[in-house]
């Protein structure tokens, strides 16, 4: 028999008590008050297990929609309220973001709404939370929860005697959780197991030289970290601030930034930075960024710094008000600058009171600000437009006060249907151009378009999202005439399976996909080409595939059939064969410390095109055509030299501020007694090499060229040379490897050497 709820309530409670700030009602109680629901027809299936598999049907099942801006605004304060316990903040969001509760079937099942959520499950302690996103024209989703105990540890901070260290932030790398140490220098984590990886780390956030973290501990345990000689920096801001205005500060060291520990209306204080730290102070104020260096960090003292924005920097500030006069709050502002010979444009937002600041460009000549303003994104409607005027002699801040907006007209308006005239909701259409909007249809399949300037003849609508095409012929934009109602019909994608094996999440490639019709008409309809993704979405019909690099064809599939609205299992497509067009590059990112970094662009320049990748971890992967890209590593710090890698595929390895890497190997690795060793000596260099118990080791050289290498034994204190085991390698911007030979010649020498 089910076990009642307000038992294992009672037991969840109890559990929770130690870790939840009394001060915050208890968010397991507020889910534990939801009268429960029945679910509903044909809707999201929803399954809860145990760890072993079993249906768990006394679980109690509370879900919230994602869609919503409750859902993003509820998470700030549950961080708040429960640092670093990723169980309590997602019961709060659940408890205060309008989550419903489902009752269980004796399969542990339930059929939820056809709306995107986040299901969060729990019975006696053990829990498991799970999102899921609804698409119009894709299957309704099955989501599977496992629950567990949570993962908990805790983090020990000292300084740099030994004693505890009182309000140090402590991070989870790939957690997203963080906590403050108490008096006792202790920060406590508490999260979903699966959330627990091996390359998960606890990371102190100060401001020091290099990262200082440490893996996690085992659930239940508890790792230390200590702190170098710090001291403080205290900034304050004497600059005009707008009402309603908030400053944003930081600390930088290349990529890495930090946030303040304390942070009144116009000061900041960073309370754990290195001695010897070097670094940039930043604070935003408004459209104004103002910067100061930071050194000289001395042990127990506080360094002060002043900031504030230029003389004369010019400005214009405007309160722009909607047609109905109230202030647009959190707007999201176009500002479009014309000068007498040409333009510039640039993105702004409003302040929590609607005030609005705008950088004036370095131009002395009369110029006209247009803004359009957007309300809930940069593509969201349109509130209105304004125009301000500056003239040459203007200077500083230039004050326009408030401003109501022109109200947009309507452009297009009409209706969202399938192909049977059901109305379509949450669809959402694009209008590119000079003026960029985005719109949902609502549940009546209902949308308006509206735009600051008279309306063109006709209008272009794109689909925002891939689960549908337009029919007849099948498209992913369309031109409808203004001025007349119109009726967009759409036909659900079909969802093909889709796996390319052998790739990493987050490789990029410059290739491009069509579908090309069978039947000889010349209809051809433009694809995604994810290859990152388990589906690709392609409109109904018989199709050739085709993949495309520039103009030139690269890959076909003939004879693809595709049912609207239907997954299709075709095993070309379930084991996609990239590699009959594409090779994979991987380039690895160091710092001069040699970890990992992403201070840098990494360029891939293929024929005219050219680009730019950020690495993730120290790790840029990149699908380019046989013969390579040419590969050009740029880091963000300009003192340093770029490094190119020529035509580059497979593994490349650079190491920033540095020279080429050269890899020396003994294959085999040949057999040494505990009393010697294998090195190479590579001239130029003092230190012999040393290789590792496989034969490798590998050394970053001052620069390209022709280098020789010699293997030699070290035993004792004394170096010797293996005889006929020097080889010379040019060695190029890219690297080079090198191989020897451990035949049994090697090892031979190596046993006379040695004494054996």
């Not at 601030?241 to 890495?256: N, Y």
């Not at 057999?671 to 012999?688: I, M, Q, Y």
């Amino acid at each position: 028999m089910p076990r009642p709820f307000a038992l294992c309530a009672c037991v969840v409670s109890v559990l929770l008590a130690a870790s939840m700030p009394a001060q915050h009602a208890d968010p397991f109680g507020l889910l534990a008050a939801l009268p429960a629901m029945q679910a509903v027809e044909r809707g999201v299936r929803v399954v809860v297990r145990d760890e072993q598999g079993q249906p768990v049907p006394d679980a109690v099942l509370v879900v919230v929609p994602t869609s919503g801006p409750e859902y993003s605004a509820a998470w700030i304060p549950a961080g708040a309220a429960y640092p670093g316990d990723a169980i309590n903040q997602l019961a709060h969001v659940c408890a205060t973001a309008g989550g419903q509760r489902f009752v269980l079937d004796e399969r542990g099942g339930t059929q939820l709404p056809r709306v995107s959520g986040y299901a969060f499950a729990w019975r006696d302690g053990t829990f498991a939370a799970k999102s899921y996103v609804v698409e119009q024209g894709r299957p309704v989703p099955r989501v599977e929860l496992e629950l567990a105990l949570p993962y908990t540890c805790t983090a020990m901070v000292v300084d740099a005697q030994g004693h505890a260290a009182v309000g140090v932030s402590v991070a989870v790398t790939n957690g997203n959780q963080r906590a403050t140490t108490d008096a006792n220098g202790v920060a406590a984590f508490r999260m979903q197991k699966s959330r627990v990886n091996e390359q998960s780390r606890l990371r102190l956030l100060v401001a020091s030289n290099e990262s200082i973290e440490t893996p996690m501990p085992a659930s239940g345990g508890a790792a230390r970290l200590q702190l170098p000689e710090c001291g403080r920096v205290h900034a304050t801001y004497t600059g005009s601030l707008l009402p309603g205005s908030t400053l944003s500060w930081s600390l930088r060291q290349g990529d890495r930034r930090m946030t303040p520990d304390l942070q009144g209306e116009r000061d900041a204080t960073f309370n754990f930075v290195q001695v010897g730290y070097e670094g940039d102070l930043q604070v935003v104020a408004d459209s104004s960024t103002t910067t100061a260096s930071v050194d000289g960090v001395a042990a127990g003292a506080t360094i002060e710094r002043t900031l504030a924005r230029k003389a004369g920097e010019r400005c214009v500030v405007v309160r722009p008000l909607s047609p109905d006069g109230a202030p647009v709050e959190n707007g999201y502002v176009d500002a479009n600058w014309e000068f007498r010979n040409g333009s510039s444009s640039s993105g702004a937002t409003t302040n929590a009171a609607g005030w609005l600041e705008v950088a004036v460009p370095d131009r002395t000549e009369t110029a006209k600000l247009r803004l359009l303003l957007h309300r809930g994104g940069w593509n969201g409607p349109i509130v209105g437009s304004l125009e301000v005027a500056v003239e040459a002699a203007d200077t500083g801040r230039i004050e326009r006060g408030e401003v109501r907006v022109t109200p947009p007209k309507v452009a297009l308006a009409g209706e969202v249907v399938d192909t049977t005239g059901r109305p379509l909701r949450g669809v959402n259409l694009r209008v590119s151009g000079p003026t960029s909007v985005q719109v949902e249809s609502g549940a009546d399949g209902r949308f308006e378009i509206a735009l600051p300037e008279s309306p063109p003849a006709d209008l272009g609508l794109q689909l925002a999202g891939n689960g549908w095409f337009f029919v007849d012929p099948p498209a992913t934009s369309r031109v409808f005439p203004t001025g007349v109602a119109a009726r967009v019909v759409l036909q659900a994608a079909g969802r093909l399976r889709f796996a390319a094996a052998g790739l990493a999440p987050g490789v990029q490639h410059d290739f491009r996909a069509h579908v090309v019709s069978a039947a000889g008409d010349g209809l051809r309809v433009d694809v995604p080409l994810a290859l990152d993704r388990e589906f690709l979405l392609l409109p109904a019909g018989h199709w050739h595939f085709v993949v495309t690099r520039g103009e030139a064809e690269v890959y076909r599939l003939d004879d693809v059939r595709v049912d609207a609205g239907i997954e299709v299992h075709d095993p070309r497509f379930m084991a996609f064969d990239w590699r009959a067009f594409a090779v994979l590059l991987v380039v690895h990112v160091e710092d001069a410390t040699g970890a990992p970094t992403d201070a840098c662009t990494v360029w891939i320049r293929t024929r005219n095109m050219g680009h730019g990748t950020r690495p993730t971890k120290g790790i840029a992967r990149w699908l380019v055509n046989e013969g390579g890209g040419t590969v050009e590593v740029e880091p963000r710090d300009k003192k340093l030299p770029k490094i190119d890698l020529g035509a580059a595929t497979g593994e490349q390895w650079v190491r920033l501020g540095a020279g080429p890497r050269l890899e020396v190997r003994v294959e085999p690795a040949p057999k040494l007694p505990d009393t010697a060793r294998l090195v190479a000596r590579v001239d130029g260099r003092t230190e012999p090499l040393g290789l590792d118990a496989t034969g490798k080791g590998v050394v970053w050289l001052d620069r390209i060229g022709d280098r020789s290498v010699q293997l030699a034994v070290v035993v004792g204190d004394t170096t010797h040379e293996l005889p006929n085991r020097k080889r010379e390698v040019d060695v190029a911007a890219g690297g080079a490897v090198l191989t020897f030979s451990g035949d049994a010649g090697l090892q031979a020498a190596i046993d006379t050497l040695v004494g054996r």
